[in-house]
């Protein structure tokens, strides 16, 4: 069965530096999201993407995030300038588009995450 | 505002037992959609089921079922004889039909622990 792909599993970064997560979502899908779960929370959205664009981002998704799909199958999460407080799980999601007034309706399958630690 | 609340945060029952996982959400879209996702040990999250607003219909698939009622905005999840494996993080998920990306917003999660 296809599935949702993250790398690296686990990434280590002082702070202030940059960090790219990567996923490859399920090929025939056309949605893509990342959330983050600080440990012991709940599932947080961060940012939906659509055609090459940004749908909608959360509050957390601030000007030190950025999100590229750069060839078609890889769609990246990049942190700019990383703070304690990104510590996280960040998983990626993809789903496969509705029919019409359906179209929220399809699952959104996720990736493993990984496990950013800031320190 | 849309919210998504799981009042239990622990539920444990010993093996066998049946099992209910409250879900109580608030949305002001009459066309919405309800999922339960599965957090097991391990970290990932893993989907279970899914419900449309406007589709009533109570179901079983297995061990597990759903009971969804538009009255009182509740989306409540069983386990019927449960298992130690069933043993997880379960969150509770609504996704509104005017939201075009569609994003997930969560419950806190309830954490099943079955004991043998």
């Known amino acids: 069965e296809p599935e949702v792909t993250q790398t690296p599993s686990h990434q280590v970064t002082q702070m202030g530096q940059e960090v790219i997560l990567r996923c490859v979502p399920i090929?025939?899908?056309?949605?893509f999201y990342w959330y983050r779960q600080i440990l012991g929370q709940k599932v947080e959205f961060l940012v939906s993407?659509?055609?090459?664009?940004?749908?909608?981002k959360s509050e957390i998704f601030d000007d030190q995030f950025s999100v590229e799909r750069p060839d078609g199958s890889n769609f990246t999460l990049k942190i700019r300038s990383t703070k304690l407080e990104d510590s996280a799980m960040y998983f990626c999601?993809?789903?496969?588009?509705?029919?019409?007034?359906?179209?929220?309706?399809?699952?959104?399958?996720f990736g493993d995450g990984t496990r950013l630690s800031i320190l | 505002a849309q919210k998504v609340t799981q009042a239990q945060t622990e539920i444990s029952v010993v093996e066998k037992e049946d099992v209910t996982l409250d879900c109580v959400y608030e949305?002001?879209?009459?066309?919405?959609?309800l999922f339960w996702y599965k957090q097991p040990p391990s970290g990932e999250l893993v989907f279970l089921i899914r419900?449309?607003?406007?589709?009533?219909q109570n179901e079983i698939s297995g061990r597990y079922s759903w009971n969804f009622q538009k009255s009182t905005s509740s989306f409540n999840f069983t386990i019927t004889a449960s298992q130690v494996v069933d043993s997880a993080v379960y969150f509770c998920a609504l996704s509104e039909l005017y939201n075009q990306g569609g994003k997930l917003i969560f419950g806190q999660g309830t954490e099943l622990s079955v004991k043998p």
């Open positions: 999601a993809s789903r496969e588009p509705g029919q019409g007034v359906l179209d929220s309706n399809q699952p959104q399958h």
């Open positions: 993407f659509y055609n090459n664009e940004i749908s909608e």
């Open positions: 090929s025939n899908h056309l949605y």
């Open positions: 419900r449309n607003s406007f589709d009533e």
């Open positions: 949305t002001r879209d009459t066309t919405y959609y």
